[in-house]
Structures are given as structure tokens and as C-alpha cells.
């Protein structure tokens, strides 16, 4: 037995119960480690002051940093580097989620703990002088915990080939593990109102996620029986929510439904009670809610973005279109409503296998489990 009190740190801007997917990702792996009987941390900034010090999460101790300000989607916490470093030096592993602005700081304060990062995607930001400042910035602190990891991660290969910092990741040499996804089948299809066609989305619901493309291609079609189901956190959105103008693109059209955050087994009967998915981000790093829907057995409608295309490269479960093409969304609807079940089944043990928790569960610990020899 190690002498340290933790195996494994986790460190990450946010986590649970913030929803997001690099959120959802840290938290699955955190988890699962737990369950499968190893010591986990997790710190973080404390994003709600509502939330404890210090609490335990499904086995995993996880330890919040108090903010200061915020500047878009960044927090600020002058304790959060201090406290990273005190857990981390206690932990045989530290697991470093990027994009975060403190990392590269993080990196240099963790003494002799071999550091695993997983770089999810590039900082993304509406344009500004704030933003190409704070872009900059994260991307600088990133290739500095690059430079100090002993193994990094990415979601794929082409995300991290279409990446702003392409030549720290070369430099780094890093393996693709894709973010790990929940089985989701099982639920009750308690959200369906008619016998007509629903298409859902789930996410936040935020600019980069392209939704109202969606909303204008699904007000195209004329079946009166159609829904679609918006599903995802409006409220506490790091950057600012577009519910205001997903509700605007959505008009008077009584078939739009917004259903705001979903959590545990709704998440379940969400995928149970729609025919497709759409996920139109303009900006994507994998979508852990289109391979959960591939899971499910529901088939994907994605936009053609580096990172976020891969699921469907990797499965054939649904089809690709253009960012911001609501034409192209109505084109892909009209094809894949068709989708015979038994092809649905077979796509969905496809998804599984590639994107389930315990794939990526065991990537991950074989990984670990080397750094830790070396």
C-alpha cells in the first residue's frame, strides 16, 4: 500500500455538479476508478459558493477552491493552484483536465507526481480583445503542463490535429482515448406526446453549440405529430446562455420543447423517447451525449467539426453535415428517419464497445498504472 492518501488527483476549473462534457468526463473517470477501488481526489473551483470546502461524491473526495471573480468563462480563484498543489503532493497520480488556465502554473507546484493531462479541446471564446487574451493565455499555460506531463491524452486524433497547439501535443506524443460515455438504454420513453418523428438534443445551451439551426431546420418540416426536444442547462452556463435566442428561432411553433437540465435515469427516457439526435455545434471536442445516443440505438445527426465528427467516422451511425446549414439538418432527417431497428442495434453494441465507460475506464488505468512504474 502507497504511503500517499490518494492514488489518483483530478484537477479541473469545474466539476460536479456543474454539467458539461469535459465535466461529465473528469467525473465518469473519477467515479469509475472509485468504484473499481482507488483512492480519488478531485479539486476544483467551487463555481456555486453554495457548494462545501470539501464533500464525498460517489467515493471520490472532492475538494473546492473558492473564486474570486470571474472573467467570461473563466473563474479566478487565488487559493486554487495552492490547494491543487497540497492534494496533488499527497497522490501518487495527478490527472490535469485542459483547457485551464492555472495548469501550467499547477505543473510546476506538484513536486515529483507524475502528471497525466488529458487536453480536451482548444479554449473556445466569442471573438474580443478579452477573449483572444484569455485564449492566448490558456493556450500558453497548456503547453507548459504539455511539457511536464509524463503522458497525455486526447479525445482523438483529429481533434488533436486540428488543435491551436498542435506542435506542443507532436512534442508530447499523445495517445487517443475517447471520452467516456454512459449506457443509456433501458429508459422509458415517457417523453414522447405523439406518434409522429422527435428529434432531440441534449447540451448546454450555449452559442457554440449551434442550436438554433436546428430549431430552424425542425420548423421545416410539416408533420403536426413532430417534436423536438431540447434538453440541457440554460441557466448556469459559463459565458452566457442562448436561450433567449434558441426560444426566438423556435417562435410560436408549439412542438418545440425546452426541457432544461436532465440528470440520472430522465437522462435515460430522454434517449428512450426520441427517434434521432442532432448535435449542429459549430464547435465540438467529441459530444459524449451523440455517443451515449448511439448507445441507446438512436442514430446522429453532426456537424462536420474536427473532434466532434469522429463518433459517427468511427461508428457510421448517423450522418455529417455542415456547420450552420439547417437545409442539410432537414436532408439528414429525411434519411436517417428510416433507420431499420436491427441496423440500430448493431450500430449501438458498435458504440458501446468503442465509447463505454469501461473502455475508456481501462485505457485510462493501463496508462496510469505505467506512469505510476516508471
Not at 505543473?107 to 480583445?129: A, E, F, M, N, Q
Not at 507532436?170 to 471520452?179: E, L, N, T, V
Not at 455529417?320 to 449501438?348: C, F, G, H, K, N
Amino acid at each position: 500500500m502507497s504511503s500517499k492518501r490518494f492514488d489518483l488527483a483530478v484537477v479541473l476549473n469545474y466539476y460536479a455538479p456543474y454539467v458539461s462534457g469535459l465535466t461529465e468526463a473528469a467525473r465518469l473517470l473519477a467515479e469509475g476508478f472509485a468504484a473499481r477501488g482507488r483512492r480519488v481526489a478531485v479539486v476544483c473551483q467551487r463555481h456555486d459558493p453554495a457548494l462545501p470546502r470539501h464533500e464525498v461524491i460517489s467515493g471520490v473526495h472532492v475538494f473546492r477552491a473558492p473564486v474570486s471573480f470571474g472573467i467570461s468563462r473563466g473563474l479566478i480563484s487565488a487559493g486554487f493552484p495552492t490547494l491543487a498543489a497540497r492534494i496533488v503532493r499527497e497522490s501518487e497520480v495527478v490527472h490535469l483536465h485542459l483547457p485551464m488556465l492555472e495548469a501550467g502554473a499547477i505543473s510546476h507546484l506538484v513536486g515529483r507526481t507524475p502528471i497525466l493531462t488529458t487536453y480536451h479541446l482548444d479554449l473556445w471564446l466569442p471573438d474580443g480583445l478579452v477573449s483572444s487574451a484569455a485564449s492566448a493565455a490558456t493556450d500558453l499555460s497548456a503547453r507548459i503542463a504539455l511539457r511536464r506531463s509524463a503522458a497525455v491524452v486526447v479525445n482523438s486524433d483529429d481533434q488533436a490535429r486540428h488543435s491551436r497547439i498542435l506542435p506542443a501535443l507532436q512534442r508530447s506524443g499523445w495517445h487517443a482515448i475517447p471520452a467516456p460515455s454512459v449506457d443509456r438504454r433501458g429508459g422509458a420513453p415517457s417523453l414522447r406526446e405523439t406518434g409522429g418523428l422527435h428529434v432531440g438534443f441534449m447540451g448546454r445551451v450555449a452559442e457554440e453549440k449551434g442550436i438554433e439551426y436546428l430549431v430552424t431546420a425542425f420548423r421545416r418540416l410539416p408533420d403536426p405529430d413532430a417534436r423536438l426536444l431540447i434538453a440541457g442547462d440554460y441557466e448556469n452556463i459559463a459565458g452566457g446562455s442562448v436561450i433567449d435566442r434558441v426560444r426566438a428561432a423556435a417562435g410560436d411553433d408549439g412542438r418545440v420543447r425546452i426541457l432544461g437540465l436532465l440528470r440520472g435515469r430522465a437522462i435515460d427516457d430522454f434517449y428512450a423517447s426520441i427517434d434521432l439526435f442532432a448535435l449542429p455545434s459549430l464547435y465540438e471536442s467529441f459530444g459524449i451525449v451523440q455517443a451515449e445516443a448511439m448507445i441507446a440505438g438512436v442514430p446522429v445527426i453532426a456537424a462536420d467539426v474536427a473532434g466532434g465528427r469522429v463518433p459517427i467516422q468511427l461508428t457510421g451511425f448517423g450522418l455529417l453535415i455542415p456547420p450552420q446549414d439547417p437545409d442539410a439538418i432537414v436532408a439528414a432527417i429525411e434519411t436517417l428517419r428510416a433507420t431499420p431497428p436491427e441496423r440500430r442495434a448493431e450500430l449501438s453494441d458498435r458504440a458501446l464497445a468503442l465509447f463505454g465507460v469501461d473502455a475508456g475506464l481501462d485505457a485510462y488505468e493501463r496508462l496510469i498504472d505505467k506512469i505510476r512504474s516508471n
